[in-house]
């Protein structure tokens, strides 16, 4: 059975602090990789897609992806207040198949 | 910007009884799904949809789920006879390609009583 792991937190940053999220997933060969993030009661919104090993930068967000160790992470700079949510990672497996499998997420809180 | 949108935002039912959720995805997107996610638990995946047909489907998508693209802007999920455990958060998404970022509308919350 394909897993998506996370550690459910709560992981409590300091206002802008690094927040490092970490994801490992089961299927070897997983070939695309999600960051949701979902406030409570409301809808994943996708933050960032990564497809292939290394990092991938876009604003506060960085994305890293080492599949050798099927290992996924998120790293926000300068955490805000409005950061804390629950990120989700989700991967999709080989190609031809589309479906996403989630982890169960990482609640962030960030302080003021 | 392109949004998928669902409706109802809320619907209590009653065990036993049939109800239709209904999603409009993204106009140039070419694949469909529905997520549920239980409180507290995980997003869990139900059904592709792709090319008007089913192209994958989870265990939890039995026989009391069905989906449907009545028309060419409309998606919808049908449970036949819904049981309490039925109650969730139901999202919809769509997708331009099959390896590409998924999208998701802000979903349906289904009480069943």
């Known amino acids: 059975q394909k897993e998506v792991e996370q550690n459910s937190g709560p992981l409590s940053v300091p206002e802008g602090a690094i927040a490092s999220l970490n994801c490992t997933y089961s299927d070897r060969v997983s070939q695309s990789f999600f960051w949701y993030r979902q406030y409570s009661g409301k809808s994943p919104e996708l933050i960032m897609s990564?497809?292939?090993?290394g990092d991938k930068e876009d604003g506060r967000f960085t994305a890293q992806l080492n599949k050798a160790s099927q290992y996924v992470s998120l790293l926000i700079r300068d955490s805000q207040p409005s950061d804390s949510a629950t990120y989700l990672c989700a991967v999709k497996p080989q190609l031809g198949y589309s479906t996403l499998t989630f982890g169960k997420g990482t609640m962030l809180l960030v302080s003021p | 910007e392109p949004e998928v949108t669902q409706t109802p935002s809320h619907q209590v039912t009653q065990m036993g009884q049939e109800v239709i959720l209904r999603c409009v995805p993204i106009s140039n997107h070419l694949y469909f799904y529905w997520y549920r996610q239980i409180l507290g638990q995980k997003v869990e995946f139900l059904v592709s949809f792709y090319n008007n047909e089913i192209s994958e489907k989870s265990e939890i998508f039995d026989d009391q789920f069905s989906v449907e693209r009545p028309d060419g802007s409309n998606f919808t999920l049908k449970i036949r006879s819904t049981k309490l455990e039925d109650s969730a958060m139901y999202f919809c998404a769509s997708s331009q390609g099959a390896t590409g970022e998924a999208f998701f509308g802000q979903g349906t919350r289904l009480t069943v009583v």
């Open positions: 990564i497809y292939s090993n």
